[in-house]
């Protein structure tokens, strides 16, 4: 009977970690864009990968060097690049070599600008 009640609090016990863990995991893969991200695409991205062109002649390559992180993308050409977030309304945070950097709806397949 001991072992009984011993194995029931167990299961108990790994029932609530493994609640809290996958709670948690849940709220930071969807948490809300943080606004540092928001501001740093114009300003730390943009920074770097003008940094990147004068150093490396073009933007090619750079989204492998920027590493991305918080959710953030990045696609690159000789001449164009974009970063961008996807906002919980649908719509994009972007930035690109054009010197845009808002949000858009929707982000075209065929190129490397934001609009």
């Known amino acids: 009977m001991k072992w009984l009640v ?5 299961l108990l016990v790994l029932l609530v970690v493994a609640a809290v863990v996958f709670g948690v995991r ?14 740093s695409l114009a300003s730390q991205y943009q920074q770097i990968a003008e940094q990147y062109k004068r150093r490396m002649g073009d933007y090619e ?11 953030v993308q990045c696609q690159s050409t000789a001449t164009q690049y974009r ?28 190129s490397t600008l934001c609009q």
């Open 6 to 10: 011993y194995l029931t609090n167990s």
């Open 26 to 39: 849940y709220l930071l893969e969807n948490r809300p864009i943080r606004q540092e991200i928001r501001t």
């Open 61 to 71: 390559g750079m989204c492998t060097e920027l590493a991305a992180r918080d959710r």
């Open 83 to 110: 970063i961008f977030v996807a906002t919980q309304t649908g719509g994009y945070l972007c930035a690109d070599s054009s010197g845009f950097d808002g949000t858009v709806d929707g982000l075209s397949r065929t």
